[in-house]
């Protein structure tokens, strides 16, 4: 009896000290569990509003369609984004930002995974490898956490095999070899439909309409029509869209000087500077704006913002 009773108290220390180390371990090391994955619907509404310049449609899209999407229990689909627009216009940024608002870890999270195609998927004779190795990574990384974020950087660029393999992904199936992908988030950025998004952006500035007056509406004719009849970079698209796979097409206008201003002013504050207003100036003024004759909006919208500073404080 005594015996017995020596062996359940043993038992029940080993327990407890068990399961206080896993607490513990659960809560050094990052798993996919809510205190590590959960999502802030506040924290990304203040981020989009003090990171993001100059995009009032995209923000008002990625807002409802992330919260709408993490709010829903049983999502009949995983949520696929598409990212559209010149560069430098804050469609990597956009991604991060969701990313922190639902990781934890943010980007470096690992069940955020970042592809850029001039950077993994190279050349077109590996393309059968690249196949393999991204459903492989795809079904495994989901395997092990349904709540995996993928980005594809430089989607224009992908080449179309590559695309129709991930496409089964980013379906209504309910799973696929035992495994479920609706709690998944993918992500698309490109630069197609940049021009005429571009164009879009101009004529209202032509009418003197003012910017915020542009809705989702108006650019939606500019985005399908690249989407649809742009022949380099249509082709993924068009197979995408058939099929209705794209929850949203979100388009990026081109930045105009007063939000480079501003994308310089909180630069300079995340480098833990004092915010000058001078050296952002003469860093924007520097920059190169297109169309020739107006010049209203920076070529490379607040991208190497970062390194241009540098120079000039
Ligand atoms: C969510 O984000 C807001 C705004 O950034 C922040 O104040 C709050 O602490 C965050 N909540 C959680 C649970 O992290
Ligand atoms: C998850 O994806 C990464 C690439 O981001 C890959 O290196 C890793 O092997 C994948 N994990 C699994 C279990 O497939």
């Not at 949203?248 to 630069?267: D, I, N, Q, S, T």
Request: hydrophobic share 40%; aromatic share 14%.
């Amino acid at each position: 009896m005594r015996q017995f009773m020596l062996g359940f108290v043993f038992a029940s220390i080993a327990v407890v000290v068990f399961t206080m180390y896993q607490n513990v371990f659960y809560y050094v090391y990052e798993c996919c569990r809510p205190g590590w994955i959960s999502f802030n619907r506040t924290g990304l509404e203040v981020a989009l509003d003090q990171k993001l310049f100059g995009q009032h449609v995209a923000s008002r899209v990625i807002q409802k369609a992330v919260t709408g999407f993490m709010n829903n229990k049983n999502p009949k689909k995983p949520l696929v984004l598409s990212l559209h627009g010149w560069t430098g216009t804050g469609k990597n940024l956009v991604s991060q930002l969701i990313a922190e608002n639902i990781y934890k870890e943010g980007m470096a999270s690992s069940f955020v995974h970042q592809f850029v195609t001039s950077t993994h998927f190279l050349h077109s004779s590996q393309l059968e490898n690249y196949k393999s190795q991204l459903q492989q990574w795809i079904k495994g990384n989901v395997t092990n956490c349904p709540r995996s974020m993928f980005i594809f950087d430089e989607m224009d660029k992908m080449h179309p095999g590559l695309i129709d393999c991930i496409k089964p992904y980013l379906d209504y199936y309910e799973n696929l070899d035992g495994v479920s992908y609706r709690q998944a988030i993918f992500i698309f950025l490109s630069n197609a439909g940049g021009e005429h998004i571009t164009q879009v952006a101009l004529d209202f500035w032509k009418a003197g309409r003012d910017r915020e007056e542009m809705e989702l509406q108006h650019l939606e004719p500019a985005l399908s029509l690249s989407v649809f009849n742009n022949k380099q970079s249509g082709l993924w698209h068009t197979s995408l869209v058939d099929k209705n796979l794209v929850d949203f097409f979100v388009p990026f206008l081109p930045l105009e000087y007063r939000h480079v201003l501003l994308c310089g002013m909180a630069e300079m504050s995340a480098k833990g500077l004092e915010p000058n207003q001078d050296v952002v100036d003469q860093m924007a003024r520097d920059l190169v704006y297109f169309p020739k004759s107006e010049k209203i909006f920076s070529v490379k919208g607040c991208k190497t913002i970062g390194g241009k500073l540098d120079y000039y404080t």
